[in-house]
């Protein structure tokens, strides 16, 4: 078996935002968990945070 990637978006409108009350986003974090395919057991967890100025 060789590597496997995956590519998604997540598109938030801001339409969405301002009906929510957020009028500014400060920072993003978002964890990624990949697991084995075998098993299931829980291979590495990733995190990425991503700021806003």
């Known amino acids: 078996m060789g590597d496997r990637a995956e590519t998604d ?11 929510a009350g ?8 978002v964890v990624f968990r990949v697991y084995n395919h075998d098993d299931w057991d829980d291979v590495t ?5 991503m700021n806003f100025n």
């Open 9 to 19: 978006r997540l598109t938030i409108k801001d339409s969405d935002l301002k009906r």
């Open 22 to 29: 957020i009028d500014k986003i400060y920072n993003i974090s």
């Open 45 to 49: 967890t990733n995190e990425m945070i």
